[in-house]
């Protein structure tokens, strides 16, 4: 099979496999809705607020009465997040539209004085009790778990500190090579991901394409999850050293994963 190696043809085969698929501001969009699908079924009421020099107090506002929800910090950042992407969303409004532009920046402004950073998604019940409960992780090679996330979790390289970064970043709940039963196999993927639909996701970092024995047993795991019916871009995700030089270069990964 590697007679004739090349590790930059191996690596543009992989890409070959998802170069189909949408661009990733639509699959962003996507994922957008269906948060605010979400948020929007909660049924709360309007989110008032009222600047006070560099502080803000908030109001549920609904059926003619308000509630201070100041100090409901869950509450208060699911209506700001909700208004947010209402904003964002508006179908009639473009992204260089300068009234759209404020309107962003001064809700923005308003919200970050309360300590609220916008860009994270909202997490489902599921969602929550599935991050903070007790997992089964790759026994073997603990040695190897030399770097630390943000949120304190060890991996085995920088390229995966990075994504474990972002993906706290943006709040997505995430396992760490878990054990995961795929028919009478057990597999531990790179990272775990759960959707807000309770689905669960494979990320797959190959950060040795350079490596024949490594891109052989890349493909041989690729293989095996196909198999066993997990499709590539729709239960699959795959990264290269390539995607995460910046965050820019893994956001179109991470809005396709989003969106799935």
Partial sequence: MFN?????????????????????????LAFLRKELKYLEAKG????RWRRRGNYCNFWDYSNGCQRGITKDKDKLYSMARRDYLRLYLDDQRTDNSPQWCREINNLLQS?????????RIVLTPKQYNWACSPQSCKSDRKDDLRYRTNNG????????????NLLEDFGIPYRYEPELRIGSRIFHPDFVIMTVDGR?????????????????????????????????????????????????????????????
């Fill in 111 to 119: 919200f970050s004085s309360a300590g609220l950073e916008l860009s």
């Fill in 4 to 28: 004739n190696y090349n590790a930059g043809a191996a690596y543009a085969a992989f890409n070959y496999c998802i170069s189909d698929f949408q661009q990733s501001e639509s699959r962003k």
């Fill in 44 to 47: 709360y009421g309007r989110l």
């Fill in 153 to 164: 979790v060890l991996v085995r390289s920088k390229s995966e500190q990075f994504i474990g």
């Fill in 200 to 260: 669960k996701i494979i990320l797959e970092h190959f950060g040795r394409m350079d490596l024949r024995e490594y891109v052989s047993a890349a493909i041989d795991r690729l293989i095996a999850y196909s198999f066993h019916g997990l499709a590539l871009e729709r239960d699959v995700f795959v990264s290269f050293e390539p995607d995460v030089r910046s965050r820019e270069d893994f956001m179109p990964i991470l809005y396709r994963i989003m969106a799935a």
